[in-house]
Structure formats: C-alpha cells, structure tokens
C-alpha cells in the first residue's frame, strides 16, 4: 500500500473550514484514498473515502488532484468537536481482510 | 446502541499474569481485527479473522492468541504479560463484500492495558 504524508499539527478557528493535506505521490491505479479521525481516547471513526472524484458526505469533502499524488479533507464548518488526530490512508480494493495503516497523522486544533 | 464493543474498559494486572480482553459487533459483518496503539499513538494491525478464519497475523509474539467463537466475537488472550504490552487494543469490524462500495472498517472503544 502506497505510504502517506501528513503535517504533524494544524490549528483552525472554530467556525471555519478546516484544510488537511496529504500527499501519496506513489499511489497506484486501484487504491483509494481513505480518511479516518481519532478523537481523544476513542477509537478511530471513518470520515470518508473516494478514487479519484471529489467526495462529500454529510462530515466532510475529500478534493483528490488530477494526478492523484495528494489530496484535502474539507472539513467545511469546524467545531470544538472536530478536535482529533486525521489520518490519510492509501490501500487497494482486494476482497477480504484488509488492514488499515495508520502513520503518525495530522493533529488537528480546533480554536473558539 | 453500541456496534463495536469491548471489555474490560480498563485493565491494570502486573508481570506475568494471563488476561483476555473481549470484543462483540452487532453490526452483521464478517471480518473482524485486533489493532494496538502504543505510548506513542502508534496504531497498528495485529490481527484479522474473517468468518472465524485467521486471515491476518502480524508479527506478533505467541503470547498473543486471537480466538473467534463466532463472526460476532473476536477475543485476544494473552500470556505472561510483560511491560512492552502495556498499551490500547481496539478491535474492529468490517464487512468486505457488496453491502458498501468500499470496506469500511467499525472501531470499538479500545481497552487501555497497563502491565505492572
């Protein structure tokens, strides 16, 4: 799976959209783009995910560039709550158990 | 109603002892994983079952033993615990096939180990 890049922190005043970077510029054909966040002693929770067409849900937009080496998670309308560490990660679709790596992250500050 | 559940919450045993932790999903899927984060926040995949089959195993020492009863149940037994295992497990749940377009993997709400 295609390794990932992430700043360590960013902070964002509350209200505000909130911008998190990730660079996956060995990234391959068939692997998606998935974002995962973890709040403070919790378990990590799915945001979203996408291929290579920007994605909106109902928590956040994922814009992935033309070339697909990197990507921004859109959190449009921060709150306190989205206080969390957001992590980047890059793997195929292939059935079956599949894991999960996490690097270090980005730590994300939301400011009142 | 809780999808991903784990017990004990917390656990504190000393050196040496054996201890299981224990996981349940009501959610219907049919894989399920053991993750570890260490003191330094580090998550990393221990783990994975699907339909009671090991299917993912890590490097992880033989004191370490997963065992699924049923798709609903992944439990982790350990062994002579050592200081190195203090950490939070998280175990999770997925459901690989068509019912979402991509895997999308359930976290519980980990349980904090701490070795004496």
């Known amino acids: 799976d295609a390794k990932t890049t992430q700043p360590t922190s960013m902070d964002c005043a509350e209200g505000r959209a909130a911008n998190l970077p990730c660079n996956h510029s060995t990234i391959s054909g068939n692997e998606y783009v998935y974002w995962y966040r973890q709040i403070h002693s919790q378990g990590p929770q799915y945001i979203i995910h996408g291929l290579k067409n920007n994605e909106t849900n109902e928590m956040a937009s994922l814009i992935i560039t033309e070339d697909r080496k990197s990507s921004t998670l859109i959190l449009p309308h921060a709150t306190l709550r989205d206080t969390a560490v957001y992590y980047c990660?890059?793997?195929?679709?292939?059935?079956?158990?599949?894991?999960?790596?996490f690097g270090q992250g980005t730590r994300l500050t939301i400011n009142p | 109603d809780t999808a991903v559940s784990q017990t004990p919450k917390y656990l504190v045993t000393q050196m040496g002892n054996d201890k299981s932790i224990k996981c349940e999903q009501n959610l219907g899927h049919d894989t399920m994983y053991w993750y570890k984060q260490d003191s330094k926040k580090f998550l990393k995949i221990m783990f994975s079952?699907?339909?009671?089959?090991?299917?993912i195993n890590e490097t992880v020492p033989n004191r370490f033993s997963p065992k699924s009863p049923d798709k609903a149940h992944l439990n982790l037994h350990i062994n002579s615990l050592e200081l190195g295992d203090s950490a939070v497990y998280f175990c999770?749940?997925?459901?690989?096939?068509?019912?979402?377009?991509?895997?999308?993997?359930?976290f519980g709400p980990g349980t904090r180990l701490l070795v004496l």
């Open positions: 999770a749940s997925s459901h690989p096939l068509a019912r979402q377009p991509q895997e999308t993997q359930y």
């Open positions: 990660i890059v793997r195929g679709t292939r059935q079956g158990a599949q894991k999960l790596v």
């Open positions: 079952y699907n339909n009671k089959e090991l299917i």
